[in-house]
């Protein structure tokens, strides 16, 4: 499949975070989209600025279903599920069915149509990791019955279903495992940290901090995530791919930074940690760099700026 081609694709919780960044890429270059979302936890705000795009058309669905969708489709990119902690924490039931029922409704809509299949897994499949960094061949450490295992274990089977379809009818798949993400169009209230912190700095509350702060993440800004995303989804690796940034902080330095872009005054507090958090997360993207050419490029002080400005503007 060339990168030249005017491709039909079918983007699943095209209404979420990052699939209307993805939407915007794939029109960006020339393809057609056809987004599908419930609206459980994504936003039409986030395509506003497409409606009326003649390369673009919304249905508003609940991919638990089986999918129908008129005319020929290329690939298939499935992105539909709650994200944030406090999003699948409310929604279990409906995490694990996205999970299951949705990917492999996804999944039969590929097939029927011999189109390209991509799987928006996550990082979190590798659980409180016992190596550091991650990379794609370690099993991971989850728990399958704590609080976060609706979230994990839903991912985990959709990326051996995923596969389950490429070797019994030799689907073309790809398997994204995406680590934090941050940018513009993140919801305010997601309960995910960025958004956390600028929204009690900007409102000149104190941070507030699980933990002693000490637990780490890597931070990836939208833009860069969907350009692997992008990148993936042309080439013929079908095993997991990590996508993610592999600049490692404290959860407290990026509080401090957070709270100097907002020129804010921050007073940090200390809450206990949740059940199961990870307490060290940072991505080994070798395999990203030599199958898909791919590293972030965009720094966490422009991407905090532009991420700022989007929730100043709100």
């Not at 989209?33 to 039409?44: E, P």
């Not at 490692?248 to 990026?254: K, N, V, W």
Request: proline share 6%; with cysteine; glycine share 8%.
């Amino acid at each position: 499949m060339s990168k030249d081609f005017n491709l039909r694709v079918v983007v699943s919780g095209a209404a979420g975070f990052i699939g209307s960044h993805l939407c915007d890429r794939l029109i960006a270059e020339n393809h057609s989209v056809v987004g599908i979302d419930n609206l459980l936890t994504g936003s039409l705000r986030n395509l506003a600025h497409l409606a009326g795009h003649g390369s673009f058309r919304f249905v508003q669905h609940d991919v638990t279903k089986p999918v129908q969708v008129d005319g020929a489709v290329d690939a298939v990119l499935h992105l539909a599920s709650p994200a944030s902690p406090k999003d699948y924490m409310r929604y279990p039931i409906e995490t694990l069915e996205v999970g299951s029922a949705g990917t492999r409704n996804m999944l039969e809509l590929a097939r029927r149509w011999n189109a390209r299949f991509l799987l928006a897994s996550t990082s979190e499949c590798y659980g409180d990791p016992l190596i550091h960094p991650q990379r794609e061949t370690y099993w991971g450490h989850v728990n399958p019955v704590g609080p976060r295992s609706c979230y994990d274990e839903s991912k985990r089977f959709a990326e051996a279903l995923t596969m389950a379809f490429h070797r019994a009818h030799g689907l073309r798949t790809n398997i994204a495992r995406i680590f934090n993400t941050y940018g513009p169009r993140m919801q305010l209230d997601d309960g995910r940290v960025v958004p956390a912190f600028i929204d009690q700095a900007l409102r000149g509350q104190p941070v507030t901090i699980f933990g002693d702060g000490s637990q780490t993440r890597s931070f990836c800004f939208v833009g860069d995530l969907v350009d692997g995303l992008y990148r993936l989804m042309f080439s013929d690796e079908h095993h997991p791919v990590n996508l993610g940034n592999p600049c490692e902080m404290t959860i407290r330095e990026f509080a401090e930074h957070v709270c100097r872009l907002t020129g804010a005054t921050c007073a940090l507090e200390h809450r206990p940690l949740p059940e199961d958090d990870p307490k060290r997360r940072r991505p080994d993207i070798t395999k990203a760099r030599t199958l898909l050419g791919w590293e972030p490029k965009v720094p966490l002080e422009q991407g905090l700026r532009l991420t700022i400005a989007y929730f100043r503007s709100l």
